[in-house]
Structure formats: C-alpha cells, structure tokens
C-alpha cells in the first residue's frame, strides 16, 4: 500500500510539472544519501537527528537572470538555500562544497565558497540578511537568482521586488565565477520547501527596438508633411 501511495504521489508531482512549464522536474534532485523526494518535494529521510541535514542538487542550470522560486512551509524554516557549481557534488559533499553559495532562511546568514566566488575568496555573513526575514509565522516565498551585472548572487522574500545580495555593500558586489549553477539545497529535520519553478525574465516591449536619432526622426517628419498633414 505504502509503495502504491509513492506511485500516486510521483504522479500527481508530474502531472503539477506537465501543467506549470516552468515547475522544476521533482526527478531531478541528486542527494547525499540523507535525503529523499517525495511527490517532487526534497526532504531528510525519516530517522535522522535535529542536527542532521540533507544535501540536494537539481540538474536544471540557472543562467544568469534566470529566477528560481518556491514556497517554504511555515514547519520548517531552517533551510539553507543557495547555488552550486559543476563541480559540486552531493554524495561528495565534504570535498565539493566549497563550490557553493547559500543562504540561511533561520537568521540570514549568507556563504559564498572560494572555488565558487568570482575573486576566489569566502565570504561569510552571519545575520546579514535577518532583518529581512519574513516572521516566522507562516509560510513564505523566497526567489534566488544571479543578476546580470556582475553574476552577484540575490535573495528576494514574497515576491516585494526587492532584491539583496549576499554579500553587504561595504564588501562590494561580490559575483560569482561563471555558469552554469544549479540549485542547491540543505534540508534538517521537518524543512519543507515546494512549488520549486525557474522562469527567465520576458524581455521588455522596447528590448531590440531601433529608435531613430532625433534629426532624422525630424527629417521624417518634414518629409512626410508631419502628423495631420494638408488637414484642416
């Protein structure tokens, strides 16, 4: 019965997938062998202590602009969430983590991992991002992305427009060495972070468009007698 249950679970995942083009296929998630997914969401495996976490990393890419979005529960806020390199592995997480950078949805802290950071350097911010926190009574949205100007890592909370680097301005915008980066994420004990979808921005009406220099915007105009022209 148990195995009938995950069967119908892992359909009703896809069929969420099918129908949102830009949800993150649940089949996707690799682990550090803590972990597992269960109707598409990634959590800790049953069993483990408080203090125990679980490591996952999409095969989905997230080039520059792209927004990675998802829902976290109000069960379990606790998350470190963030970006991994190629080389970042999760069943070799003790040799391929510093090809990370994270966030922690507990206090705001931010890392950003030497063989992941453009300069080569780790970036350690504990509390940085805590006053921006959501309050921890309900469930919330958190959306994460590597702007265009520079491949600086980005927060935003419930969607307010508002985006925060990870690292503090007196430190610089600190990037990230180039792409591809996929999804990371470390899960403890009753963490339950859903509804994972990457979109890339819409360009703008005006993207791609030619616009004429003023002079000939008026010979035009001349040209053609202006708007109106031989009316009364």
Known sequence: MARLLRWGEEAEAEAASAADPDAIDGTGWADDGKGEVVAG?????????????????????TPTGD???????????????GFAGADFDPARYGETCNSTATVHLGDGTTYIFPDLSLDGQQHHHRDHLGPHLPPKTGSFVVSLR?????????????????????????????GLKAGPWFPYLSLGNGDRLSDHRVRRPKPTKSAGMKCKAPAAAQADQAEGGGAGAGTE
């Open 67 to 81: 927004v990675w979005t998802m829902q976290v529960d109000e069960e379990g806020q606790y998350a470190y969430i």
């Open 41 to 61: 969401k990634p959590r800790l495996k049953d069993g483990y202590g408080r203090h125990d976490y679980a490591c996952f990393k999409h095969s989905q890419a």
């Open 146 to 174: 590597a702007d265009a100007d520079g491949n600086v890592p980005q927060v935003q909370f419930n969607q307010d427009g508002v985006w925060h680097d990870f690292a503090p301005e007196g430190e610089g915008r600190v």
